[in-house]
Nanobody, 121 residues
Framework: QVQLVESGGGLVQAGGSLRLSCTASVRTFSNYAVGWLRQAPGKERELVAAIDWSGGSAYYGDSVTGRFIISRDNAKNTVYLQMNSLKPEDTAVYYC??????????????WGQGTQVTVSS
């Protein structure tokens, strides 16, 4: 069983930045790809960004390309999502999720509890 704990959410003004962190309780973190997904009220869950097992490849959704950066530190069992130039439409609950075999997915095997990000206009 893999447990994921997210942190770093909060309230920020439009144009500001936040960094989300996701720490996994797993022995060999490099065996797991990681995604950040978000869900706003009344909307479908959206894959925002994903990073492969080594951190050598990253995926970004169209709505965040050029503004968000995903990275990982396998020595710390942690993945980060640096969010810049935030917009009110980025407001959502952000989830960290991980899987041994899928790295660009909306159906990861393990999920964190989510962290709220609110961007005020």
């Amino acid at each position: 069983q893999v447990q994921l704990v997210e942190s770093g959410g909060g309230l920020v003004q439009a144009g500001g930045s936040l960094r989300l962190s996701c720490t996994a309780s797993v022995r060999t973190f490099s065996n797991y790809a990681v995604g950040w997904l978000r869900q706003a009220p009344g909307k479908e869950r959206e894959l925002v960004a994903a990073i492969d097992w080594s951190g050598g490849s990253a995926y970004y959704g169209d709505s965040v390309t050029g503004r968000f950066i995903i990275s990982r530190d396998n020595a710390k069992n942690t993945v980060y999502l640096q969010m810049n130039s935030l917009k009110p439409e980025d407001t959502a609950v952000y989830y960290c999720a991980t899987d041994r075999t899928n790295w660009i997915s909306r159906n990861y095997a393990y999920w964190g509890q989510g962290t709220q990000v609110t961007v005020s206009s």
